[in-house]
T-cell receptor, first 114, second 119 residues
Framework: GQQVMQIPQYQHVQEGEDFTTYCNSS?????IQWYKQRPGGHPVFLIQ?????EVKKQKRLTFQFGEAKKNSSLHITATQTTDVGTYFC??????????????FGTGTKLQVIP | SQTIHQWPATLVQPVGSPLSLECTVE??????LYWYRQAAGRGLQLLFY??????ISSEVPQNLSASRPQDRQFILSSKKLLLSDSGFYLC??????????????????FGAGTRLSVL
């Protein structure tokens, strides 16, 4: 079945440094979503990319969907302590009527050192 | 606006005891519903999903079961808990694909979760 891996599993950065997490799927995806889970909290949707090679920005966050629609990345510029949390990608797979299978990646836990 | 309620927030249960976790969604109809489990410091494992009342699909064989007695109610159960059932259980909903409006993107909206400790 579809597998979605993320690297790195953990990342510690000094506040102000940049951070990037990479997401790789074993199969071609129809779309990719990104979620953030704060410590002790639940995942919250950040963004969805649909088109091959698509790039979207949200303030200091830049999201990219690969040309082959099998990989994606999230880049945070000048991290802040509010960026702490675990970032998950989620790949959209086959569609059956009103349901589309979404496979969550393994997640990257970001720690920002003040 | 749409909201998702999940309870209880924390639960401590002895091995062999039954389990019932409930999740309800408000402000939308005919949603897709999901149960996930997250082990400490790990990723999200999809346990069950449902596209309609009485329609349950299981993703992994396990000691748990799910039911959807009403359109916006999703219940996770076990007859006898195992130590390995400990974890953070998350309920989520998404709109059906093809639904018009801003919620048409198959985005998953999560509840606050239940932390289950089986001792």
């Amino acid at each position: 079945g579809q597998q979605v891996m993320q690297i790195p599993q953990y990342q510690h950065v000094q506040e102000g440094e940049d951070f990037t997490t990479y997401c790789n799927s074993s199969t071609t995806l129809s779309n990719i979503q990104w979620y953030k889970q704060r410590p002790g909290g639940h995942p919250v949707f950040l963004i969805q990319l649909v088109k091959s090679g698509e790039v979207k920005k949200q303030k200091r966050l830049t999201f990219q969907f690969g040309e082959a629609k099998k990989n994606s990345s999230l880049h945070i510029t000048a991290t802040q302590t509010t960026d702490v949390g675990t970032y998950f990608c989620a790949g959209g797979g086959p569609r059956a009527g009103g349901y589309q299978k979404v496979t969550f990646g393994t997640g990257t836990k970001l720690q920002v050192i003040p | 606006s749409q909201t998702i309620h999940q309870w209880p927030a924390t639960l401590v249960q002895p091995v062999g005891s039954p389990l019932s976790l409930e999740c309800t969604v408000e402000g939308t109809s005919n949603p897709n519903l999901y149960w996930y489990r997250q082990a400490a410091g790990r990723g999200l494992q999809l346990l069950f999903y449902s596209v309609g009342i009485g329609q349950i699909s299981s993703e992994v064989p396990q000691n748990l079961s799910a039911s959807r007695p009403q359109d916006r109610q999703f219940i996770l159960s076990s007859k006898k808990l195992l130590l390995s059932d400990s974890g953070f259980y998350l309920c989520a909903w998404s709109s059906k694909l093809g639904t018009s409006g801003s919620l048409a993107k198959n985005i998953q909206y999560f509840g606050a979760g239940t932390r289950l400790s089986v001792l």
